[in-house]
């Protein structure tokens, strides 16, 4: 009996059409770099602030410019980097989407409350109203890191999850299939 590799396994799903048993994807937004460096410089500035100030105005003063600089900073710092890149994975059971370096912010769908999964071939910040974790009443929930396509999908209690990701039409199959899968159990039950 021979033993099949991961990559022989992977070429006899793609030839039976099987979807792989995960599916995983990212997106990449190299721009917010240099916002984070800008938060970065803010941080600096704080900090430069609090140990050299030659400020003869008073304190008052002094600790809201210290304070203000580094809470500026450290939301631009965070901010921008919880939402530099975006992982996506699809198995079996759940979409879950992470952000940034930590996964944080983090989002599991199950796709037994998925409906219908589209793809979209342009998701840009300015419809989303910016970059990041993004809600909108007309158009639901949507992780933005950067303009491009798009996976979409419609949930059970009429929601919509928008999250921007490299090769999202690939996803959009993947879960498709899924869903027929769960579809057919569910009508077999």
């Given at each position: 009996?021979?033993?099949?590799?991961?990559?022989?396994?992977?070429?006899?799903?793609?030839?039976?059409?099987?979807?792989?048993?995960?599916?995983?994807?990212?997106?990449?937004?190299r721009a917010q770099w240099v916002l984070a460096?800008?938060?970065?410089?803010?941080?600096?500035?704080?900090?430069?602030?609090?140990?050299?100030?030659?400020?003869?105005?008073?304190?008052?003063?002094?600790?809201?410019?210290?304070?203000?600089?580094?809470?500026?900073?450290?939301?631009?710092?965070?901010?921008?980097?919880?939402?530099?890149?975006?992982?996506?994975?699809?198995?079996?059971?759940?979409?879950?989407?992470?952000?940034?370096?930590?996964?944080?912010?983090?989002?599991?769908?199950?796709?037994?409350?998925?409906?219908?999964?589209?793809?979209?071939?342009?998701?840009?910040?300015?419809?989303?109203?910016?970059?990041?974790?993004?809600?909108?009443?007309?158009?639901?929930?949507?992780?933005?890191?950067?303009?491009?396509?798009?996976?979409?999908?419609?949930?059970?209690?009429?929601?919509?999850?928008?999250?921007?990701?490299?090769?999202?039409?690939?996803?959009?199959?993947?879960?498709?299939?899924?869903?027929?899968?769960?579809?057919?159990?569910?009508?077999?039950?």
């Amino acid at each position: 009996m021979g033993h099949h590799g991961e990559g022989d396994e992977r070429d006899e799903r793609a030839a039976t059409g099987q979807p792989p048993e995960v599916w995983t994807g990212r997106a990449h937004n190299r721009a917010q770099w240099v916002l984070a460096a800008g938060g970065a410089a803010c941080v600096a500035l704080g900090i430069d602030l609090a140990v050299d100030s030659p400020w003869t105005s008073g304190l008052a003063p002094l600790l809201m410019s210290v304070i203000g600089c580094l809470a500026v900073g450290l939301l631009m710092l965070f901010g921008t980097l919880a939402f530099v890149h975006v992982a996506v994975r699809v198995d079996e059971e759940a979409l879950e989407v992470r952000c940034g370096h930590i996964g944080l912010p983090r989002r599991r769908i199950p796709l037994n409350d998925v409906v219908h999964a589209d793809f979209a071939p342009r998701v840009t910040p300015c419809q989303w109203g910016g970059w990041g974790y993004r809600w909108r009443p007309e158009k639901g929930t949507a992780v933005v890191v950067r303009r491009g396509e798009g996976l979409v999908l419609r949930l059970g209690d009429g929601r919509i999850f928008t999250v921007t990701v490299d090769d999202a039409e690939a996803a959009v199959r993947v879960i498709r299939h899924r869903l027929r899968g769960i579809a057919a159990g569910a009508s077999r039950a």
